[in-house]
C-alpha cells in the first residue's frame, strides 16, 4: 500500500491536479473492504436466489406435464371410436417423444378447449420414421449434392428421330413464358448444364481478411490435399 | 383421399418431377397413405389442388420408396412437404426449427393455399426463402433431433 500511495502521489503531481480533487478521488481502504465484504454477500444472495428460481420453474414445468397428461387422458377416455387412429400412432411415436413433445407447450394447450385440443393433439402425434443416419454423404443441412442433380443412369435413347409435335409444343411454352417476371426463380437455369459437387460456394473462412478467391485459393489446396491423401 | 393426388414411386420420378415442373410451386408430400396425420393432409391438399392447380403441382410421395429423399431431407417425421420452383427448393420460415420443409398437417384450407401464395409470389421476385403467413399456433410442433453437424 505505501508504493500505491507513493505512486499515485507522484500521479497527482505528474498531471499537476489539485490536491483536494485527490483526497475525494481516493477510495480508503476501509470503504474499500466494506465494498468488497458486500460484493460478496449480494453475490452469495443472488446465486440462492437464481437456483430457487430456476427449481421453481422446473417444478412448474412438471407440473404443466403432468395436468397435460391428465387432460390428454381424460379427452381420449370421452371419445374412443375417435382416438383410434391417434393412438395407434402413439406406441409408433416413441417413448422418448412423449415427453419432450409435452414440454413444448406447457400452459396453453393445458387450458385449450375441446376441439382445438383435439387438432393439436392429433398433429402432435406425428409418426416417428427414425433418425435419417446418412454420415458420409451429406443431407439438405449440409448443403450436399441434391439427389435430383447426381447423374446416375439414362434412360435408353429413343427410337424415334425427335418427337418434333412436343417441340413444338414446348416452344410454344417458351413464348408464354417471356412475358413472365425476369427475376423470378430458376428462370434463367440453364437445364442441360452439368453440375460439379462443389455447387454450393461453401468454403467458410469466417474471420478472414483479404479477397474472396484466397478464402476459395485456401479451400481448395485443402480439399486437394485430401484427395491425394 | 389419396387417391385423387398423383403419385411418384421411385427416385426417378421424384426427380423428373422436380426437374420439369415449370413456372409452378411443386409440392411434394413425403409420408405414407395410411398414417392418420398424412390422411388429414393429403384430404386437405386433395380439395385445394383444383384451385391452387394455376399456381402449383402436388405429388404424394411415400417414404420408404425413396430411401434416397428421406434421407437427403432429413426426413424424421411424417407428413413432411417440401417446396420446389423452377427446380430450386424452396426455404419457408414456420417460426418452426427447420425451414427445409413443412412437418404435419396444416389445420385448414385457408393455411396451406396461403403459405402456396406467399411460395408463388417469392419465387416469382427470385426469392428463395420466404416468411410463412401461417398463425405460429396453428403451426405443428415437433423435436428437432439432427445430429452430426
Redesign the interface.
Known sequence: RPEHRRETARFWRENRAEAALRERCLVPAEEYERFAQAVERALVEHQRREEQRILQMAADIREAERRQRETVQAALQVEPELCT??S??RPTAGPG?DN??AA??PG?SGMQTGPDLA??E??????????????G?G????G?K???LTEEEEDGSKQQIGPSYEEFLKHK?KQK?KK??V?????N?D?TSQTSDSWLPSFGRVWNHGRRWQSRHQFRTESGENKKK | MSFLLPKLTC?KE??QA??SV??KVLVLRFG?DN????L?LDDILAKTAHDLSKMAVIYLVD?NSVP????????????STVFF??????KVDYGSPDH?KF???F?TKQDFIDLIEVIYR???????IVRSPIDP?NI????L?????
Open positions: 387412429g391417434p395407434v400412432c417423444r419432450p413433445c413444448e407447450q396453453p387438432w393439436m392429433s398433429g402432435k402425434v406425428l409418426t416417428f420414421i427414425g433418425h435419417q443416419e446418412r454420415e454423404k443431407n439438405v443441412h449440409t450436399a441434391p439427389p435430383w411454352e413464358l413472365l417476371p427475376e423470378r426463380v430458376g428462370a437455369f437445364h | 427416385k421424384v426427380d422436380i426437374k415449370a413456372e405414407r398414417d392418420a396425420v398424412c388429414q417414404v434416397v429423399y428421406t434421407q437427403y431431407f432429413d426426413i424424421s417425421y411424417i407428413p420452383f423452377n427446380g430450386q427448393h424452396m427445409t412437418v404435419g398437417s389445420k417469392g419465387a416469382m421476385r427470385g426469392k428463395l399456433k405443428p410442433k415437433y423435436d433431433l439432427y445430429q452430426g453437424i
